[in-house]
């Protein structure tokens, strides 16, 4: 009878973890024991269009507990607090990448067309060779009237290295025909 128990017992337990995959089993004494803890170590994302919406909702009514009450019971955002409320207020999101001159782009694609005939492919050489032109170009200071070479000065522009990313970024963001097949060789 014993054993009948015992097996009943271990068939519940096995239909048990089948049911609830979202416990797991603790280990907390010697004798290995097993406990179970329910995992509540899930974190809750917001996107941004959420965050937005809980911003100007806690903005909106004026006495904050009341809006955390309202955010907490109407809302269904249970986990959300007024430090977090604040943090997500006063965080600035950073673009992410290298940060990129229109100016520098523009004079590349223009040092391109003036160079090359109207009807030619774009090559990733042709590109290169335009972009390093650019760079080490001297240009006339206004204030100071002296040639100074301006983009080796500017910190977007500085340690640029033109590769083949790089070329098919600035045609990407210029709306330009992508280049031939044998530049992607290159």
Not at 32 to 40: A, E, K, V
Not at 169 to 184: D, E, H, Q, W, Y
Request: net charge positive.
């Amino acid at each position: 009878m014993n054993d009948h128990i015992q097996l009943s017992l271990g068939f519940k337990e096995v239909k048990l973890r089948e049911k609830a995959p979202d416990t797991y089993i603790h280990n907390t004494d010697y004798n290995h024991s097993s406990q179970r803890i329910p995992n509540t170590c899930k974190r809750r994302k917001y996107s941004i269009e959420e965050q937005k919406r809980i911003i100007r909702i806690f903005d909106a009514i004026n006495n904050k507990t009341k809006a955390l009450k309202f955010l907490q019971d109407v809302c269904g955002y249970n986990e959300i607090y007024a430090k977090k409320i604040n943090r997500w207020k006063t965080s600035a999101k950073k673009p992410i990448g290298r940060p990129i001159s229109q100016e520098f782009e523009s004079e590349v694609l223009d040092e391109y067309k003036r160079l090359f005939p109207p009807h030619t492919e774009l090559l990733h050489d042709n590109l290169r060779v335009c972009g390093h032109r650019v760079l080490n170009r001297e240009y006339v200071n206004a204030k100071s009237g002296v040639m100074e070479k301006k983009w080796l000065e500017d910190p977007r522009t500085r340690k640029l290295k033109f590769t083949y990313k790089w070329v098919k970024g600035i045609l990407t963001r210029n709306k330009c025909p992508v280049f031939s097949a044998s530049a992607a060789a290159v």
